[in-house]
């Protein structure tokens, strides 16, 4: 993407109601609410910017860190990555290494278990994080989930689409659509 340089990116998931009401109104009229109601999405935003550089769009609920390597690599080909932070889903050795080899950066996420000694944990990068956490570094990560906060409360939570490729174009269009909204308040020229 022009005009980013060194991103700071951070990768977080989110879901999105396929019911249009609120969880709080199905709770008052007894019905409730399955997993399966939800469609899930992890995206990479670009947190100096706020501006959305990659998404992966689930039709089933799966753990965040099964799509982190095709989105990082994705979002490595469109600028060049200085830093990513994650949340504590993605405390994986693999994701370290990762980022260090492949795209030349460094990976902040806070490190599970945080009461097992430094000694027993595995991996390198997981111990070195135990020693000394960035917290300064890895709270710019709450952009991330601001930037779903913002696409959520401007276009609403419910997807109105029946149909999975639908539900996912309409997901999609809403990415977009908060990019643009962002480009033109940041005063960016096409």
């Known amino acids: 993407m022009a005009g980013i340089d060194l991103a700071i990116v951070g990768i977080d998931g989110s879901a999105n109601s396929t019911k249009y009401g609120s969880r709080h109104y199905y709770t008052r009229i007894g019905k409730k609410l399955k997993k399966k109601d939800s469609v899930k999405w992890v995206s990479v935003v670009e947190l100096k910017k706020q501006l959305i550089l990659a998404v992966k769009i689930r039709k089933k609920a799966r753990h965040d860190n099964v799509d982190f390597k095709p989105l990082m690599r994705k979002t490595r080909r469109q600028a060049k990555i200085k830093r990513g932070i994650g949340d504590m889903g993605f405390d994986k050795e693999g994701n370290y290494a ?31 994080l135990k020693r ?44 977009i659509v908060y990019n643009l909204d962002r480009l033109v308040k940041l005063g960016v020229e096409a």
């Open 132 to 175: 000394y956490f960035p917290k300064k570094k890895y709270h710019q990560r709450s952009k991330n989930e601001t930037v779903i906060g913002v696409v959520k409360k401007k276009m609403g939570d419910a997807l109105h689409s029946v149909k999975f490729h639908m539900r996912k174009i309409e997901l999609l269009m809403r990415c």
């Open 98 to 128: 990762l980022f260090e080899e492949e795209i030349g950066g460094e990976f902040i996420a806070p490190v599970r278990n945080k009461d097992v000694p430094v000694w027993r944990t595995k991996g390198l990068h997981r111990k070195k």
